[in-house]
Nanobody, 118 residues
């Protein structure tokens, strides 16, 4: 079972950028899907972006055009580049994986806090 650790969060002003990292305890080269999720205070966790083994990507409408998800199999790490951040992006960001396309999300880490505020 792969374990994940998120990092790179912090406090940023509106319009700023952050790059989140999701580092796995083992190889990610065979993992079908890596996803970034977020949970804002008082809200349910939502899927933000995914990248498949074939590097196909999906983005929630709320982040499309601002966020970019990538994976570096050699470093066992996935990234979420977040640009033009807005206060509504404030949340704890988590990464998780689907070992195959029909499995549940697994490997949840502790999350990394992103706060967008002036």
């Amino acid at each position: 079972q792969v374990q994940l650790a998120e990092s790179g969060g912090g406090l940023v002003q509106p319009g700023g950028s952050l790059r989140l990292s999701c580092t796995a305890s083992g190889s990610i080269s065979t993992i079908s899907v890596i996803g970034w999720h977020r949970q804002a205070p008082g809200k349910e966790r939502e899927l933000v972006a995914t990248v498949t083994r074939g590097e196909s990507t999906y983005y929630a409408d709320s982040v499309k055009g601002r966020f970019t998800i990538t994976r570096d199999n050699a470093k066992n790490t996935a990234f979420l580049q977040m640009n033009s951040l807005q206060p509504e992006d404030t949340a704890v960001y988590y990464c998780a994986v689907k070992l195959d396309f029909i499995s549940q999300w697994s490997g949840w880490g502790q999350g990394t806090q992103v706060t967008v505020s002036s």
